[in-house]
T-cell receptor
Framework: EDQVTQSPEALRLQEGESSSLNCSYTVSGLRGLFWYRQDPGKGPEFLFTLYSAGEEKEKERLKATLTKKESFLHITAPKPEDSATYLCAVPYNNNDMRFGAGTRLTVKP | NAGVMQNPRHLVRRRGQEARLRCSPMKGHSHVYWYRQLPEEGLKFMVYLQKENIIDESGMPKERFSAEFPKEGPSILRIQQVVRGDSAAYFC????????????FGPGTRLTVL
């Protein structure tokens, strides 16, 4: 079955300590990969869409990249306000989006 | 520039009661999706609707659950005869076009079944 897998499940960083989150997928015929940020008690907030291998997008301290089998969300010099759960998702068929379980990021000051 | 609106934000029901969750999509969006999120789990697709039409309800349990998106008014997710296992956060999302388009999420309704 098509799957979306995120790793690690949880990541604790010191402020300023850069790292990367991984999203691997087995969906055939990728029609976009989406990154969201979710804060506790809130709905997911859209961050990026990537459509083709080699594509990169940046927003403040975040950069998303895409290969044929996975995507990375790079966080450069994170701040405590970057603490959140980061979700990736891919369209499964014409109608629904498959979400990974997320990476829970904590950035300590 | 109102985003996706959901109400109520919190809903408490006793077993056997009915729960009605409402979602108003972003202005200009005609596609609505409902997802369920259980504690420590990812978002699970339930149903996809366009105005007056259910496009895909493959993720929604066949019994007790129904959804609608009338010509006028919000989309409604209805859960009849709730059970404790229905306790979860229910999120609505909307998009301008098809599922390949970015989906924008509401704040969710947290349903607790006593």
């Amino acid at each position: 079955e098509d799957q979306v897998t995120q790793s690690p499940e949880a990541l604790r960083l010191q402020e300023g300590e850069s790292s990367s989150l991984n999203c691997s997928y087995t969906v055939s015929g990728l029609r976009g990969l989406f990154w969201y940020r979710q804060d506790p008690g809130k709905g997911p907030e859209f961050l990026f869409t990537l459509y083709s291998a080699g594509e990169e997008k940046e927003k403040e301290r975040l950069k998303a990249t895409l290969t044929k089998k996975e995507s990375f969300l790079h966080i450069t010099a994170p701040k405590p306000e970057d603490s959140a759960t980061y979700l990736c998702a891919v369209p499964y068929n014409n109608n629904d989006m498959r979400f990974g379980a997320g990476t829970r990021l904590t950035v300590k000051p | 520039n109102a985003g996706v609106m959901q109400n109520p934000r919190h809903l408490v029901r006793r077993r056997g009661q009915e729960a009605r969750l409402r979602c108003s999509p972003m202005k200009g969006h005609s596609h609505v999706y409902w997802y369920r999120q259980l504690p420590e789990e990812g978002l699970k697709f339930m149903v996809y609707l366009q105005k007056e039409n259910i496009i895909d309800e493959s993720g929604m349990p066949k019994e007790r659950f129904s959804a609608e998106f009338p010509k006028e008014g919000p989309s409604i997710l209805r859960i009849q005869q709730v059970v404790r296992g229905d306790s979860a956060a229910y999120f609505c999302a909307s998009s301008r076009t098809a599922v390949r388009d970015e989906q924008f999420f509401g704040p969710g309704t947290r349903l607790t079944v006593l």
